[in-house]
């Protein structure tokens, strides 16, 4: 596509439920990159696919969050038994495989854990 | 480990002056670029500049320009002649860059918030 898409745009759930964030990078982008960001602050770095390698899993938070990027496009960021504190909203990025390569961002993913 | 630290608290310029937006960086990595990005009210994340650790010019694009200082570990970025529309949230950002080639993830920093007066 043209840009990167997310969905949904914005989602209020229960504590305690399952939620599931939906990225599409732009096409041909070999690299997708999750961040999280909290109410004026800045960008929290969750998960990192590039190519076929294995996945840069280092800013997950908990053990409640998980992603997967199938067929190196569409991703989908899961967080289980969501907290208050996972409001925030979800930022996807994507950029090409090669060099010092811009991250282009979706509109994000609002979260609201009520 | 990279950090990026912007410790500036909100600033404010009045329209049509040029302000500068602080940025310095940590790493141990000898090759990183450094990114700057503007998310205004609205959210969406915009590419403003990139700065390579190697490039011999510091970058420009348009209005925005970036001072970099490399001995000193700064990337501060320079809007010129101010527009409302540039008030908004600024990010720096920096990524270590590996000889293979492959992408690493993106460190930002906390971002500074410029508000344009009229």
């Known amino acids: 596509g043209a840009g990167v898409s997310q969905s949904p745009s914005n989602k209020v759930t229960e504590k305690g439920k399952d939620v599931e964030l939906r990225c599409d990078p732009i096409?041909?982008?070999?690299?997708l990159y999750w961040y999280r960001q909290s109410l004026g602050q800045g960008l929290e770095f969750l998960i990192y696919?590039?190519?076929?390698?294995?996945?840069?899993k280092s800013g997950l938070p908990s053990d409640r969050f998980s992603a997967e990027r199938t067929g190196g496009s569409v991703s989908t960021l899961t967080i289980q038994r969501t907290q208050q504190e996972d409001s925030a909203v979800y930022l996807c990025a994507s950029s090409l495989g090669v060099g010092a390569n811009v991250l282009t961002f979706g509109a994000g993913s609002r979260l609201t854990v009520l | 480990a990279q950090k990026i630290t912007q410790t500036q608290p909100g600033m404010f310029v009045q329209e049509k002056e040029a302000v500068t937006l602080d940025c310095t960086y940590d790493?141990?990595?000898?090759?990183?670029?450094l990114f700057w990005y503007k998310q205004p009210s609205s959210g969406e994340m915009i590419f403003l500049i990139y700065q390579g650790s190697y490039d011999q010019q510091n970058a420009t694009e348009g209005r925005y320009s970036l001072n970099f200082q490399k001995a000193r570990k700064s990337a501060n970025l320079v809007i010129s002649a101010s527009q409302l529309g540039d008030s908004a949230m600024y990010f720096c950002a920096m990524r270590e860059l590996i000889r293979a080639g492959a992408n690493s993830k993106l460190t930002f920093g906390k971002g500074i918030t410029l508000s344009v007066r009229p």
């Open positions: 696919f590039q190519g076929n390698s294995a996945p840069d």
């Open positions: 790493t141990s990595d000898p090759s990183y670029g």
């Open positions: 096409s041909g982008h070999t690299a």
